[in-house]
């Protein structure tokens, strides 16, 4: 029953047009990326960059190395568009994009991960069997036909991201539109609709479609009677937020996840004329089916259960941030604080402040004041410099922080040396003060 499920072969127009549209928007990541500024103001500006914890050996290269290394993501990028070597293009293309991923998280977002999990998943599917270069140069190559787990994998992956997206939203400053009304604020001087998006009918709006939106699509779009309008709301649902958030690549590629949704018959008729429609729905059972069904269930469960992990991890996600990333945990909330590093070396009593500007760049300087991984790692970077000068210090924080424009509360133990604690990868840190769930003030601990 499983086999039949799984390998069952069906006509793979759809994803031969979604590896032509992904290899483009790909390409189009890591070119913007160089001529937006960003590489300048995250990996070339910055003296070090905030990497995930425990890939300290990843940093960027000097000089205009990380120009080069966009342009050749981008090269590669377009190399799977036109599906050349594409295992190889697609690998290499995974491979440097997990590199920046992993290097820096000042800018961390939610689709710079879902865009890592995409590129390994596309590394797996047979995207180049047709239209592509290396069929064309190896025509015994070409097929017309994939295993229908391809596609599972593709929605199921889609409908998890979807449904912690809505899920994460159930939470009182959300619901109270706060939260929308807090990111509204900041779009304010946007011609136009700037002035429209203050207006509470807006934030109720975007409080609610939010929510919806994020729940119902992928049903929506699976059953046949809303298949247009779900698909209708989601060019209106994309677009409104690649014009408002500008998050870049998303919007589009989000869309074109639709391929997979409508009949394979139209697919092929619209973009695919001259490909012959499979229609034989044949068995083919690989010999590695023991091994892809055990791989196939376990990736899909790691990916249920990993945002359900701050379940688990003492106290509020929401103020913690720890069991934040790779949680789908898009756009909740807005944190802002005030924090000062102290250092004091271990045969004194004085404790001197750090001027951040001497080591971070404007936009570290926001996320080491609020994000408790990065004061950490300020903190061994503070302990190592000066180790270096043959001092042995230790690193106090007294840090405030308030989640979406609440009262600000104490955030760090001030009394704890944050310079010579562990961090702990798969609990809690205790040297981030956690708050009763509710208090006659307000409901929420980061409150």
């Known amino acids: ?23 483009l928007l790909i390409a189009l990541e890591a070119i913007g990326a160089i001529f937006t500024g ?36 981008g090269i590669f990028g377009l190399l799977v568009m036109i599906g050349y070597r594409y295992k190889l293009s697609m690998s290499a293309y995974t491979l440097m994009w997990a590199g920046v991923y992993f290097m820096q998280k000042s800018s961390y977002n939610n689709h710079y991960y879902l865009l890592l999990l995409l590129c390994c998943i596309m590394i797996c599917l047979p995207a180049a069997d047709y239209y592509s270069l290396d069929t064309k140069q190896h025509p015994d190559k070409k097929k017309l036909s994939m295993p229908r787990w391809c596609l599972l994998l593709i929605i199921g992956q889609m409908w998890i991201v979807y449904t912690y997206g809505s899920v994460a939203k159930w939470y ?25 998006l203050q207006n509470h009918w807006a934030h109720v709006s975007i409080a609610y479609t939010g929510i919806l939106y994020d729940l119902l699509i992928i049903p929506l779009l699976l059953w046949r009677r809303t298949r247009w ?38 697919i092929n ?15 083919i059972i690989p010999k590695f089916s023991t091994i892809i069904i055990p791989v196939f269930f376990i990736y899909l469960l790691v990916q249920i259960a990993l945002p359900l992990r701050h379940w688990i991890i003492p106290g509020d996600v929401l103020w913690t941030e720890e069991g934040h990333r790779m949680s789908w945990r898009m756009m909740l909330r807005s944190r802002a ?8 070396e271990k045969d004194k009593d004085e404790r001197v402040f750090i001027n951040k500007s001497d080591y971070l760049s404007n936009k570290q300087i926001r996320t080491v004041s609020t994000k ?18 043959g001092k042995e210090i230790e690193v106090y924080i007294d840090s405030k922080v308030s989640i979406n424009g609440k009262k600000r ?3 760090i133990d001030p009394e704890v040396d944050i310079a010579n604690v562990p961090w702990n990868y798969f609990s809690t840190n205790p040297w981030i003060i956690k708050y009763p769930k509710k208090t006659k003030e307000n409901s929420l601990p980061h409150q």
């Open 1 to 23: 029953m499983i086999n039949r499920w799984l390998f069952t072969h069906i006509d793979n127009s759809p994803l031969i047009v979604f590896r032509i549209i992904f290899g």
């Open 38 to 73: 960003w590489i300048k103001r995250t990996l070339v500006a910055p003296d070090f960059t905030f990497n995930f914890i425990g890939f300290d050996f990843l940093q960027p290269l000097p000089g205009n190395g990380m120009y080069y290394y966009y342009a050749i993501m």
């Open 172 to 196: 009182p400053d959300w619901l109270d539109f706060t939260v929308p009304k807090n990111l509204m604020a900041a779009k304010a001087h946007y011609p136009i609709i700037g002035k429209v």
């Open 229 to 266: 309008l779900a698909f209708g709301a989601s060019i209106f649902f994309h677009l409104f937020n690649s014009i408002v958030f500008q998050v870049g690549i998303f919007p589009y590629l989000s869309l074109a996840f639709s391929l997979f949704f409508f009949p394979r018959e139209v």
């Open 269 to 283: 008729r619209r973009f695919l004329k001259e490909k012959p429609f499979y229609t034989k729905n044949e068995l």
């Open 337 to 344: 604080g005030i924090t000062n590093f102290y250092i004091k």
């Open 372 to 389: 408790p991984d990065a004061m950490w790692q300020f903190a061994q970077r503070l302990k190592k410099e000066y180790h270096q000068q």
């Open 409 to 411: 509360r104490l955030f």
